[in-house]
């Protein structure tokens, strides 16, 4: 089956814009992800869905960022006024569920720069 | 706060040649421990998993060891080969929810021919 897919895979935007970051999950993973990996870094978690609700959103860096999952599957992160430090990979990952037992599966990315 | 560590930073290897990576963590309270592959510009694979109850996981030429007390964990390649050429990242899993991954920063990992 399709693994995680991300769009857009390159996003370019000038300073104090909005953008927004979609991640699709394997079918069926009730637990979505969102991490963002700077260059020569392992990825920082910012937040994680298990179905609609935002488990765990203690890794958002400000209240510029937030996301959404409506529906459980697909999800929107959302960046406004967007700054040069915001520039990263912004990485998605599912799993069946959110336990010590299910592996997270990544997509390749979104690399947002911020000009 | 959860703290990951790899050594070493970079690893460059001839073929054929047996090797370890090391990752460790500040926090021993942990769910689980999973490694992972990254090749440039990609994004990751997950090459293994380790409940914080076991002490390895294995698949192919792939050993992965966790000793939870110490806070430690190493990966160990046999027999590398240059399709093995990427970045090893380690991440635990555990803290304020089992969702939340901590990585450590990665080890570039190059095998020459």
């Known amino acids: 089956g399709a693994g995680v897919s991300q769009t857009p895979s390159n996003k370019v935007t000038e300073k104090g814009k909005y953008v927004e970051l979609r991640c699709d999950p394997i079918s069926g993973h009730t637990a979505l992800y969102w991490y963002r990996q700077s260059l020569g870094q392992g990825p920082e978690f910012l937040i994680y869905f298990q179905g609609t609700g935002a488990a765990d959103d203690s890794g958002l860096p400000n209240d510029r960022f937030f996301a959404v999952r409506p529906e459980g599957s697909v999800s929107t992160l959302k960046i406004q006024r967007t700054e040069r430090g915001d520039s990263a990979v912004y990485l998605c990952?599912?799993?069946?569920?959110?336990?010590?037992?299910?592996?997270?599966?990544f997509g390749p990315g979104t690399r947002l720069t911020v000009l | 706060k959860q703290e990951v560590t790899q050594i070493p930073a970079a690893l460059s290897v001839p073929e054929g040649e047996n090797l370890v990576l090391n990752c460790s963590f500040t926090?021993?309270?942990?769910?689980?421990l999973q490694w992972f592959r990254q090749d440039p510009g990609k994004g990751l694979t997950s090459l293994l998993l380790?409940?914080?109850?076991?002490r390895e996981q294995t698949s192919g030429r792939l050993n992965a060891s966790l000793d939870k007390s110490s806070g430690r964990s190493t990966l160990y390649i046999a027999a590398s080969q240059p399709g093995d050429s990427a970045t090893y990242l380690c991440a635990v899993g555990g803290g304020t929810s089992y969702g939340k991954l901590t990585f450590g920063q990665g080890t570039i990992l190059t095998v020459h021919p």
């Open positions: 380790i409940q914080s109850s076991q």
């Open positions: 926090d021993s309270a942990i769910y689980n």
């Open positions: 990952a599912s799993s069946l569920l959110a336990d010590s037992y299910n592996e997270q599966f």
